[in-house]
């Protein structure tokens, strides 16, 4: 078995992006002597847990109940069914409680019917509170594709989430505005400098892009004063804290 069918064999990253998993093996190749046998199983193990903090760790207990409420979704507005899709997502059911306030605020910039959602995980569901926009998502795990598409297509929302590799994703459509929602840290952990090449790339018109405040789950603080490298590459519209996340609006 190749090394890649190994780090994906268990369950929560066999829907990842392969050429993304590649990406993140290849941070690790030159620390370990692949002859021994507990070099090896370290090796796998380092990779597992990098996957698992740019995205594993994003799922909750009931993740495998999505299915059953989307089910009973009642209309592709129908917050409360809505909500309950969110909550199996660690980071969306982070912002539930101030959906409203947040994109109300960023509506005070930005008049956007069109998103490019990169990393976009579940965030497709807070359409509700959003607006009923044209919505082209891109994500690494393929399970979340399909399921943000059924949820399109059911209520025939126009555009669809696409499974890519934003390490090396190149044809990004044009939009009114494009969210990162706490994906730009993840992805400079993999690759330095990811962040300028993305958005040297990216054609909207405004990028929205957020940073957790505390660790997954609000255990720990983090100061917002390690994003200066960050604001260094954009020009800053406006910036508020919502729950523990801290939002840039910023001008392309």
Not at 31 to 37: A, E, L, T
Not at 168 to 178: G, K, M, Q
Not at 193 to 218: E, N, P, Q
Request: glycine share 8%; aromatic share 16%; charged share 35%.
């Amino acid at each position: 078995m190749s090394l890649l069918r190994e780090v994906m064999a268990k369950k929560e990253y066999q829907g990842l992006n392969e050429d993304f998993v590649s990406s993140v093996m290849s941070k690790f190749y030159g620390k370990y002597d692949f002859s021994k046998k507990s070099q090896k199983t370290k090796f796998l193990k380092e990779v597992r847990a990098k996957l698992r903090e740019v995205y594993g760790a994003f799922r909750a207990r009931n993740y495998d109940r999505r299915w059953k409420f989307l089910e009973e979704l009642e209309g592709w507005e129908d917050k409360e069914g809505v909500e309950k899709i969110l909550k199996v997502h660690l980071s969306s059911r982070e912002r539930i409680g101030y959906h409203d306030e947040l994109y109300k605020w960023i509506r005070e910039y930005v008049d956007f019917n069109s998103v490019l959602d990169l990393g976009c995980g579940f965030n497709v569901f807070s359409m509700p509170w959003m607006g009923k926009v044209g919505y082209y998502g891109i994500d690494i795990n393929k399970d979340d594709v399909e399921f943000c598409n059924k949820y399109m297509g059911r209520y025939e929302l126009e555009w669809g989430v696409r499974w890519g590799n934003l390490l090396t994703f190149d044809n990004f459509v044009s939009s009114d505005v494009c969210f990162m929602f706490k994906v730009l840290e993840g992805l400079e952990g993999v690759d330095r400098g990811s962040t300028a090449r993305l958005l040297s790339k990216i054609r909207s018109h405004y990028v929205v892009a957020s940073f957790a405040t505390r660790s997954l789950g609000g255990k720990k603080p983090i100061s917002a004063r390690r994003l200066k490298w960050f604001e260094e590459l954009v020009v800053v519209v406006a910036k508020k804290k919502f729950g523990d996340e801290i939002y840039y609006i910023c001008k392309r």
